[in-house]
């Protein structure tokens, strides 16, 4: 075979690939509610490339932010069949948002991948019948982590395995081998499950002059595995002067729905949640949860992508939306009181993507912390770069997201810490299970525990 | 000029199933792709005009991989193309002819620091920024700062001998390279230069650095190393007039301060970065520079002070001196992402990358200006001032056919003034195939025929990176197909 | 082609239009190795000529060009003495950041082509940092050029770093642009001699972290030391080793650093520290160039390892009673063989366990100068690697009749080969 490179290269007039001209696609189509203004946001430049994680591990374009779009782009064009390879590469995304902080031209990555891929689910589950879908997606993700309570309670044996050591005992014996592998995967990332306490109050008020009237946001697997951090934050917005509710009506961010395609599910959370909070009438609704925080505050988002037609939903979500302000950043709005405990302790903060990302609440937790008499806080290599939790994404891409929490753990470990804080359940959960398989005990705690041992003059303890 | 879509069609043929046997058996399942749905991607970088997707890419992780799919494509005379991040702004990755495309981006250790003997050694495609964060605590930095550090690797910058900002003071890519290891379109694999400085013969790491990859795949790169600046000042200075920003400028370097970085950013992109970032630029200033200064402590504020006089008596209406290394990160990133903030002001636009004398600054402003006018075109600036590396952004509707055509125009009137006052036609994105048809205005036919024949001692069968840099004399002129479409918001 | 044993001539062009056509008709025509001279400061760096032919002198290409003070750089022709060229950018108060021995006879293009550097290379490099665009003849007559006179420019390959070194055989540099450099205010140098070697060493990687930032890291053994004190007319301690540190800048820049060394090398226990100003510091800087190149000695090599193997491979070379000076903040040492060194052989042992030392450290041992006959029983560019075949066939793509300097690279090849 010969190839001429000088003669192959003039010829015939061919189409011009991607053309920036090429005519949205009617909805029903993968994709198609998308703004297709929202891709040609996209300039192309590459810049985000080294931000993302899955790019890194595999410097593969495909598996990259200005890949990602442009498969996407060519699916919505029709240039493209989602095949299963393009679908993989779609898949391998932590949905992570990296990429968008990266971005200079402010592409909003978010709110491409995330309604292509609702939309995808939606196709999913009209081909296939709900008899043979993906059970695991279907029962675990749908119907037990969006309820706290149901959670809980599904734990319940878990914590006392835990608290009996008889995980380990059933490790030793590879009974969990048994178990499906997702579920076995699962297990093996439960934190230690700490006694969470009592469900908080209804109201907690503000000690010392009052400031501010603010509403916490609890969650589902939150307010399951993490009450303590709950509690925590409770008490640290107290000292701060805020009357603090908790209105019981609340429900899950809808989070988990709104991904897997389930909009009118995701939409019926989040009017209830809507509902709550306004009845609340607070200054503002305070979420210690990143992926949580998030996702309320893209509700007016979702609400525009999903009823465009309905200016009141818009309106009743959005009015949400603008309230939600992540803890760290309403307390740095707000302005610390200083805390007076010392904490002699090296810590790293270890940024939650839905935080830094998403949100871009980067500076206020660290902010937070140095606060704190006697805490040090020290710098990390790659701090933007996921640790791989990424909601299920561990459950879905278990490989890539290993590979990922191994990543950050080398990392995190390089700068020799004595705590690890983090603003996000996941990432506390993901960084818990990798420390657990390198065997090295260094607790994971959120930033509002610290900050709550500072105030209440009581020593961190490694329990 | 023609406005029809051309594409830059690859070879009927493609690649043969005996190559692509031979190819796997080389890079496995993992190392190469060769999908349709997956080579989409490849058809082009940061250039979006011209597209072509390759027929297989390939990820090798050593240099050994690199040097037997160099050999592969010798002995069955297929094309290829090395690739880094792609973000090359001038089509530098395009598989012009299909072929092989070459991603170094698997190859990325750093694999060498030596901080008393100043040298680091790296793979190609080891990201710039990642080296300088290596770097961080150690009191040593690697200058080059393409603005798209985040992004392009050290081995793009090798070839494309990228500059950045602190290139004033500091010097470009080549400034900066003491050597690197290259595998030559015949598969041998040679060293140049090397940890040693003066190693003797002719400088062929110099010679490599700039080649646009049509010398052979760099897989090794030794880099300089540079001691961080003891301290820093940050100005930003205010004008009322582009004039008097520009000739400030000249006053500056006149007075013999060699400032680390002075960049200029005029009203229009004022306004898109202050509402991107708000920084609080004075939205109805005409101009501003960003002037840095480094070195010992003891002597930055004085030339700080000279600097501050300087925009003073030349008109600036404020300067305002960076107060905290928040504030200073803060008005650096405004410049570097000056250009993704563009799209906040037009849906489309397209950055040229054009040089003059410092001096001819105020010159090309206006002449620019004149254009836009004459053109009815929005022209917005920003210039690595300090070098006469300009870089007008032209603004458009790329749906309009017409403001099309009269944006392409008005680039190349900029660009051969640029010629004209003693420059050149880029600073720093390079010819790739953007730029080729330019060549000739810039040199002559005698000039062009020795630097194909230096392209020849490394590139003798022409395999390597095909159609690039060098317009083909007599042969099917690709650069007739150049030019047709700026695309959507070419960025910077 | 009949290699005729003539006298050799000598041809002095007065523009480039006419070096053209001279060596377009001799491309065609005669066909006689051409032999590009300057200010014949470096004649004998390479191997030396086998064939008579002519030697073109660029004596007559002096202009300065186009100064645009302003811009910060300079077009001249290749001819131009570099002292002349001096003269003229001090009226601007600028300057060529390059050292250059012998100024008041190197022409910059035999600087260019030589890559002629001093001990400023530490903080402001060499030529090839500063050259930014040329012209050239090549050996068929084809004028050809490069680069441009913009400070930053990526259009067409970078032949000015292929030129840069070349030591005339690619081509006949006419013209130049250089990129310039404000000359500093004031400058001075430390001069602190040391009871024994490993200090200097010790000293050294701590001015790795120093606080100051040194234009020059100059080590100089006793034998050095004596001849360029005596060249400056300084009376300054000489017969111990001796690290020189220049710096530049404004005069309180200076004088922090002086003030800054002399306290960052205490711990390394200098014997004698003197801090050399003003004119007295320019007689030094200058005594520091020209000793480089002295030429009464029959040897003089160039030895390239890491600025921390500097001093080891100067211990070794003084040892061997070579007189030693060493860029050692770039890893450059030069040394001059004594008289002992008579003969061939006697070289030849002299050298040998330099030549192991640079092997081992992966560096490179080039002879700048030796006696002609010894030329071709010396590796004068040390262990040819296989870069070298490379640089072959370059020469041959530019030269494809080898007329130019034919053998000072690549020795004594076939003409026709
Ligand atoms: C927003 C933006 C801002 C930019 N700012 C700057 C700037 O300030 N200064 C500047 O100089 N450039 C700038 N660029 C251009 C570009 O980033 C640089 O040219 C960069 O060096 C390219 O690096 P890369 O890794 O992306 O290389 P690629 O784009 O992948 O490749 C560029 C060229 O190098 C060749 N190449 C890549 N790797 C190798 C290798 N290992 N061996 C041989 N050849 C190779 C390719 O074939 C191609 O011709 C900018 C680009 C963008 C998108
Ligand atoms: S998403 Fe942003 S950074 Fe990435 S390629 Fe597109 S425009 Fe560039
Ligand atoms: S969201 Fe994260 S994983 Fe997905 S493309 Fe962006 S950076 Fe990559």
């Known amino acids: 075979m010969t190839h001429d490179p000088t003669t192959s290269a003039c010829g015939e007039p061919g189409r011009l690939a991607g053309s920036a001209t090429a005519a949205p696609q009617p909805p029903g189509r993968i994709g198609g509610q998308i703004d297709y203004d929202k891709f040609l946001d996209c300039v192309h430049c590459g810049l985000c490339t080294a931000a993302c994680p899955t790019y890194l591990e595999t410097g593969d374009e495909n598996n ?159 307010d399951a595995l993490f009450r303590h951090a709950h509690w925590a934050t409770a008490r640290v ?38 509902a709550a909070f306004d009845a609340a009438g607070v200054d503002a609704v305070v979420v210690n949860v990143a992926g949580c925080g998030s996702m309320l505050k893209d509700y007016g988002q979702i609400a525009r992508e999903l009823e465009p037609a309905q200016a009141a939903l818009l309106a009743e979500l959005g009015g949400l939306a603008d309230k939600v302000r992540d803890v760290s950043q309403f307390l740095a709005e707000l302005g610390l009181i200083a805390p007076r405990g010392e904490l002699k302790l090296r810590a790293v903060y270890q940024d939650a993507c839905h935080l830094v990302h998403a949100q871009r609440v980067r500076e206020q937790p660290r902010d937070l912390l140095a606060q704190i008499p006697g805490l040090e806080l020290l710098s990390i290599a790659e701090p933007e770069i996921c640790c791989g939790a990424a909601g299920s994404y561990n459950l879905t891409e278990p490989e890539m997201s290993d590979r990922l929490a191994r990543r950050k753990l080398a990392n995190l470990l390089a700068a020799d810490p004595q705590v690890i804080v983090t603003g996000n359940v996941g990432c506390s959960m993901q960084i818990q299970s990798a420390l657990r398989q390198a065997r090295r005990a260094i607790p994971v705690v959120h930033p509002m525990e610290l900050l709550d041992l500072s105030y209440r003059g009581v020593a961190f303890s490694r329990g | 000029m023609t406005t029809t879509d051309h594409d830059v069609s690859r070879s009927a043929a493609g690649v043969g199933a005996a190559f692509l046997t031979r190819l796997e058996s080389i890079f496995g399942e993992h190392g190469l792709i060769r999908q349709p749905e997956e080579l989409l991607v490849y058809e ?157 013969g002719y400088d062929l790491t110099g010679l490599f650095v700039g080649s646009e990859g049509t010398f052979g795949v760099c897989t090794r790169v030794t880099v300089r190393l540079t001691r961080d600046p003891a301290a820093c000042r940050t100005l930003l200075a205010v004008f009322n007039s582009v004039r008097e920003a520009t000739q400030s400028i000249s006053q500056i370097i006149g007075a013999g301060i060699v400032p680390a970085a002075l960049e200029m950013m005029d009203q229009g992109i004022i306004e898109a970065v202050e509402a991107a970032f708000h920084f609080g630029f004075p939205l109805d200033a005409a101009a501003v520079l960003l002037i840095e200064v480094d070195g010992l402590e003891v002597a930055v504020d004085d030339e700080a002070r000279q600097i501050i006089a300087i925009c003073q008596a030349g008109g600036a209406r404020e300067v305002r001196q960076a107060n905290s ?73 790329e749906r309009d056919s017409d403001q099309v055509r009269r944006v392409l125009e008005a680039s190349e009137e900029i660009l051969l003034k640029c010629i004209e006052l003693g420059g050149s036609v880029t600073g720093e994105h390079g010819i790739g195939v953007e730029k080729i048809s330019l060549m000739h205005r810039l040199f002559d036919a005698h000039d062009l025929d020795v630097m194909r024949s230096v392209r020849q001692a490394f590139n003798p069968g022409g395999l390597c990176s095909p159609m690039k840099m060098l317009p083909t004399a007599g042969a099917c002129g690709m650069e007739h197909v150049m030019q047709k479409r700026p695309g959507r918001r070419a960025a910077l | ?293 002295v030429s009464d000695e029959p040897l003089t090599f160039q030895a390239s390892v890491r600025p921390s193997q500097a001093v080891e491979f100067a211990a070794c070379a003084d040892q061997l009673g070579i007189s030693v000076q060493a860029h050692a903040g770039n890893g450059i040492v030069l040394g001059h063989l004594s008289d002992r060194a008579t003969t061939l052989a006697a070289a030849h042992s002299l050298l040998a366990p330099l030549y192991d030392f640079v092997r081992r450290a992966h560096g490179v041992m080039t002879i700048l100068n030796c006696p002609p006959d010894w030329a071709h029983g010396l590796p004068l560019f040390g262990d040819l690697s296989p870069a070298w075949e490379l640089m072959r066939r370059l020469k041959s793509q530019l030269d494809p009749k080898n007329l130019l300097n034919p053998e000072r690279f690549f020795g004594r090849t076939p003409r026709d080969a």
């Open chain 1, 64 to 222: 990259g932010p200005r890949g990602r779009i442009y498969l996407m782009r060519s699916v919505v064009d029709g240039r493209l069949e989602l095949t299963p390879r393009v679908n993989a590469h779609l898949d391998l995304c932590l949905d992570c948002r990296s990429c968008e902080t990266a971005c200079p031209s402010g592409v909003e990555y978010g709110r491409l991948i995330e309604p292509f891929r609702a939309s995808q689910r939606r196709a999913e589950a009209a081909r296939q019948s709900a008899r043979n879908a993906d059970w695991f997606h279907r029962y675990i993700l749908y119907c037990l982590f969006p309820y706290a309570q149901r959670l809980r309670w599904a734990l319940a044996p878990a914590r006392l395995m835990q608290q009996l050591r008889l995980d380990r005992l059933l490790e030793t014996l590879g009974v969990i081998k048994i178990l499906p592998r997702r579920l076995q995967r699962m297990q093996s990332f439960l934190p230690r499950l700490l006694p969470g306490g009592p469900p908080l109050p209804e109201f907690l008020p503000a000690l010392g002059p009052k400031r501010a009237r603010v509403a916490l946001f609890t969650g589902c697997v939150a």
């Open chain 3, 1 to 293: 082609m009949p290699r005729v044993a003539e006298p050799i001539d000598e041809y002095l062009p007065t523009t480039p239009g006419e070096l053209c056509r001279w060596m377009a008709e001799n491309a065609d025509g005669e066909q006689r190795p051409v032999y590009p001279v300057g200010g014949r400061t470096a004649l004998r760096f390479g191997y030396p000529a086998a064939a008579p032919g002519i030697t073109l002198s660029t004596a007559q290409l002096a202009r300065v060009v186009d100064y645009p003070a302003r811009d910060m750089t300079i077009t001249v022709e290749a001819g131009i003495r570099m002292d002349d060229l001096a003269a003229v950018l001090k009226r601007e108060r600028q300057r060529l950041a390059v050292d250059v021995a012998q100024a008041h006879r190197a022409t910059l293009g035999g600087a260019i082509a030589t890559n002629t550097s001093g001990p400023r290379r530490y903080g402001l490099g060499t030529l090839r940092d500063y050259v930014i665009g040329v012209s050239a003849v090549d050996a068929l007559g084809r004028p050809f050029k490069a680069g441009g006179r913009v400070v930053k420019n990526v259009a067409g390959y970078d032949l000015c770093k292929a030129l840069v070194g070349s030591l005339g055989t690619l081509g006949v540099i006419t013209q130049a642009t250089l990129k310039l450099r404000p000359a500093p205010e004031a400058s001075a140098l430390v001069w602190a001699a040391f009871d024994r070697l490993s200090l200097i060493d010790a000293a050294l990687a701590r001015l790795a972290v120093s606080s100051t930032r040194p234009m020059a890291l100059e080590l100089l053994l006793p034998g050095a030391a004596t001849a360029i004190a005596a060249e400056a007319g300084l009376d300054l301690p000489a017969h111990r080793p001796v690290l020189c540190i220049g710096v530049e800048g404004a005069p309180h820049e200076v004088q922090w650093q002086i003030d800054e060394l002399t306290s960052e090398l205490a711990e390394f226990h200098p014997h004698d520290l003197v801090a050399v100003n003003a004119l007295e510091s320019l007689r030094l800087w200058f005594a520091l160039t020209e000793y480089q190149v």
């Open chain 1, 237 to 274: 917005l107290q000292q701060n002067g805020c009357d603090v509710v908790v209105p019981r009506t609340q429900v899950c961010c809808g989070a988990i729905h709104y991904h897997s395609g389930a909009d009118h599910p995701a939409l019926a959370l989040a009017r209830a949640n809507a």
């Open chain 2, 44 to 200: 082009c970088d940061g250039y979006v005009i011209e597209k072509n997707v390759p027929d297989v890419v390939v990820f090798p992780e050593s240099t050994e991989q690199v040097v037997k799919v160099v050999n592969l494509c010798a002995e069955f005379q297929v094309p290829f193309v090395p690739r880094g991040a792609g973000t090359s702004l001038a089509g530098g990755c395009l598989p012009v002819g299909g072929g092989v495309m070459i991603s170094l981006t698997r190859m990325k250790r750093i694999l060498e620091v030596n901080l008393r003997d100043r040298y680091a050694v790296v793979e190609p495609g080891v990201v710039n920024l990642h080296l300088t964060q290596h770097l961080k605590g150690t009191g040593y930095h690697y200058a080059p700062d393409p603005s798209s550090q985040g992004a392009c690797t050290i081995g793009g910058n090798f070839a494309t001998n990228s500059g950045g900002p602190h290139t004033l003071k500091y010097g470009v890519t080549v400034n900066h390279v003491l050597g690197a290891e290259v595998v030559l379109p015949d598969g041998s694999v040679v060293q140049l230069g090397g940890a040693v400085e003066d190693t003797p």
């Open chain 2, 325 to 397: 290394p928040r504030e200073r990160q803060l008005l650096w990133k405004c410049r570097k992402q000056a250009f993704g903030a563009i799209g906040r002001l037009s849906p489309s636009y397209c950055t040229q990358d054009g040089v003059v004398p410092r001096t001819k600054l105020p010159e090309i402003q206006e002449f620019i200006t004149a254009v836009g006018q004459r053109h009815a075109i929005r022209i917005v600036n920003v210039f690595h001032a300090g070098d006469g590396n300009i870089h007008p952004i032209l603004l458009f509707d």
